[in-house]
Nanobody, 117 residues
Framework: QVQLVESGGGLVQPGGSLTLACSSS????????MAWYRQAPGKPRELVRR???????DYTDFMEGRFTISRDNAKKMVYLQMNNLKPEDTAVYYC???????????WGQGTQVTVSS
């Protein structure tokens, strides 16, 4: 079973930046599309950013360009760079790995991000 472990969450002031990291134990990391989701209290989980196996990120405007996803296939890592954070970005952020090859969608345990002064 592939394990996903997030890190990098914490408390940050509005306008600040934070980088989340997710490590994977996958044997063939390139067979997984990686994504970051988030879930705020009382709200459904929502997609933040997704990146293909080759490293191409989606280009949705959902986060107004403030969030950037990247992956390092050699290190089996995926990152989420978050800039100009706002209080409404406060949530638990989850790493997701999805593979059509293995027909699986896996989740990490989540990392808390709190944006507050």
């Amino acid at each position: 079973q592939v394990q996903l472990v997030e890190s990098g969450g914490g408390l940050v002031q509005p306008g600040g930046s934070l980088t989340l990291a997710c490590s994977s134990s996958a044997d063939v990391f390139e067979r997984w599309v990686m994504a970051w989701y988030r879930q705020a209290p009382g709200k459904p989980r929502e997609l933040v950013r997704r990146v293909t196996a080759s490293g191409t990120p989606d280009y949705t405007d959902f986060m107004e360009g403030r969030f950037t996803i990247s992956r390092d296939n050699a290190k089996k890592m995926v990152y989420l760079q978050m800039n100009n954070l706002k209080p409404e970005d406060t949530a638990v952020y989850y790493c997701n790995a999805d593979s059509r090859y293995y027909r699986q969608s896996l989740w990490g345990q989540g990392t808390q991000v709190t944006v507050s002064s």
